[in-house]
C-alpha cells in the first residue's frame, strides 16, 4: 500500500522547517513548524532542531531532509550559507542516529532539487516539458535543472559568475533585504542573472521559488528575459513536500 502521507524537513541558511505533507495532493497537512537555523549552523546544532521539529509532530516513519548543499549517497559535499564542518558530514547517520531511525528511513537531498521535485509531480504540467530550471531566492540561489520532467541533480547554477561576481552574491532575496533594493532594482539583478543562465543551457521555462516567490507580483512581471518566467506552485512550501516524497520513496541522490 502506497503511503499517502509523509514528513519534510527543509533546512535553509535561516529558518529549518518541518510539517507533514499530503502525498496525494503535494500539500502541507495543517502547520508547518518553523526554527531559527542555529548560528554557527554546525552538523550537530541543526540535528538538534530537526529533532525537536520532527518530535514536535510525533512522527515515527521516514524522514526527508533538505540541505543547502551538494548531496552525494547521503554525504554533503558542499555548504552553502550554513557551517563549512557540514562539508564531508554524512548526514544521512547523522540524522538517523539523532532520531533514532534505520539509515534507510532518512533521504537526504539538495534543497532546491527537492523543491523541483515537488514541482515536476504537484505543479503547473508545463514544467514538465523540454529543459526546465528551477530556482529558488532566499539566503542564496538553489537550482534545479529538468529534462522532460527527470532532476540533473546536484547543480549549483546560483554560483554562477556573473559581471565578475558569484551569481547570489548579488541577486539573492536576502541580498535585496541586506542592500535594501527595491523591488525594481532587484529585478535588475535578477534579470541580468537569468539572462546569463539562459545564453548556458537554453531552457524552454524558468520556475522560480523560494520565499520571495510569495510577493511574486512586485519582481516577476519587471523581468525582460526571453525565456518563460512562471512562479512556482508551491512557493515556499516545495521542499518540504518534495523531501517527504522522496522519503517515501527512497529517493536519494
Keep these: 500500500m502506497t503511503a499517502t502521507r509523509g514528513f519534510g524537513i527543509d533546512i535553509g541558511g535561516s529558518g529549518i522547517k518541518g510539517a507533514l505533507v499530503d502525498l496525494e495532493k503535494g500539500q502541507l497537512i495543517g502547520d508547518r513548524l518553523r526554527i531559527d537555523t542555529p548560528q554557527p549552523a554546525t552538523p550537530g546544532a541543526v540535528a538538534e532542531v530537526v529533532a525537536e521539529i520532527v518530535a514536535h509532530f510525533g512522527w515515527d516513519g521516514p524522514v526527508g531532509i533538505t540541505l543547502p548543499a551538494v548531496i552525494k549517497k547521503g554525504v554533503a559535499q558542499t555548504a552553502a550559507n550554513i557551517d563549512p564542518s557540514w562539508i564531508g558530514t554524512d548526514a544521512d547517520s547523522l540524522f538517523a542516529k539523532r532520531l533514532g531511525r534505520h539509515v534507510d528511513d532518512i533521504a537526504m537531498l539538495n534543497d532546491a532539487d527537492a523543491a523541483g521535485m515537488a514541482e515536476m509531480r504537484f505543479g503547473d504540467p508545463a514544467g514538465r516539458h523540454g529543459v526546465v530550471a528551477l530556482l529558488t531566492f532566499g539566503t542564496g540561489i538553489g537550482s534545479a535543472l529538468f529534462h522532460d520532467g527527470k532532476l540533473v541533480p546536484n547543480t549549483e547554477l546560483g554560483h554562477l559568475e556573473v559581471d565578475g561576481h558569484d551569481a547570489e552574491k548579488k541577486a539573492a532575496a536576502s541580498v535585496k533585504d541586506n542592500e535594501g533594493l527595491s523591488y525594481p532594482e532587484w529585478a535588475k539583478r535578477v534579470d541580468r542573472y537569468l539572462t546569463v ?41 516545495a521542499g518540504i513536500v518534495g523531501a517527504a516524497a522522496a522519503a517515501v520513496e527512497g529517493i536519494e541522490h
Design 197 to 237: 543562465l539562459e545564453n548556458l543551457i537554453w531552457p524552454d521555462l524558468f520556475i522560480v521559488g523560494g520565499g520571495v516567490s510569495k510577493k511574486s507580483e512586485k519582481w516577476v512581471p519587471l523581468l525582460d528575459n526571453r525565456t518563460r518566467v512562471v512562479v512556482a506552485s508551491l512557493q515556499n512550501n
